[in-house]
T-cell receptor
Framework: KAGVTQTPRYLIKTRGQQVTLSCSPI?????VSWYQQTPGQGLQFLFE???????NKGNFPGRFSGRQFSNSRSEMNVSTLELGDSALYLC?????????????FGSGTQLSVL | GQNIDQPTEMTATEGAIVQINCTYQ??????LFWYQQHAGEAPTFLSY????GLEEKGRFSSFLSRSKGYSYLLLKELQMKDSASYLC??????????FGKGTTLSVSS
């Protein structure tokens, strides 16, 4: 069974640009969560989607958005990039999502904003 | 909201035992997870506790006390490959899995 796949693996952008990251969950998993990981803050929850609906959202500005497609693949978008958005963005999937399922993580997309 | 605290760094030697503590405050509780993350890799699941007590899985064990808002991960017979970051995470009712900042464990020979 293939794991969670995130593309691209690395991305370099400049301030003000926008970026779209992609995540393909494990086959059969319908919940996809996104996290931002930085050395200072650790893993911070962005949002979670289930069956194309956003069920939960963390405390990030509206520049961060996402969506989920009917095949459970998910994308997240960051508009008007800032230097502080440089981070590892991790996607995780599970069968049905919270509250007591373990998450399976992808290897992440390393975003650098110059 | 919730607050999850764990030590930033720990060091130990091969063959030793190390205990990584995690304290949490949450308005509602639906279980506590431990994940391992090697540098440059994805976090991987280690353990899940929802009831008080000790869960043992090979060299790794995890303990939970809900009344104290406390958990620990116990690693026995440490190996060099155990050098990694260990993440404590709790589900808060109505939201998602929220992580602590992680404990970086360095194992030396």
């Amino acid at each position: 069974k293939a794991g969670v796949t995130q593309t691209p693996r690395y991305l370099i952008k400049t301030r003000g640009q926008q970026v779209t990251l992609s995540c393909s969950p494990i086959s059969g998993h319908r919940s996809v969560s996104w996290y931002q990981q930085t050395p200072g803050q650790g893993l911070q929850f962005l949002f979670e989607y289930f069956s194309e609906t956003q069920r939960n959202k963390g405390n990030f500005p509206g520049r961060f958005s996402g969506r989920q497609f009917s095949n459970s693949r998910s994308e997240m978008n960051v508009s008007t990039l800032e230097l502080g958005d440089s981070a590892l963005y991790l996607c995780a999937s599970s069968s049905t999502g919270p509250p007591n399922e373990k998450l399976f993580f992808g290897s992440g997309t390393q975003l650098s904003v110059l | 909201g919730q607050n999850i605290d764990q030590p930033t760094e720990m060091t130990a030697t091969e063959g030793a035992i190390v205990q990584i503590n995690c304290t949490y405050q949450t308005s509602g509780f639906n279980g506590l997870f431990w994940y391992q993350q090697h540098a440059g890799e994805a976090p991987t699941f280690l353990s899940y506790n929802v009831l008080d007590g000790l869960e043992e899985k090979g060299r790794f064990s995890s303990f939970l006390s809900r009344s104290k808002g406390y958990s620990y991960l116990l690693l026995k017979e440490l190996q060099m490959k155990d050098s990694a970051s260990y993440l404590c995470a709790v589900y808060q009712a109505g939201t998602a899995l929220i992580f602590g900042k992680g404990t970086t464990l360095s194992v030396s020979s």
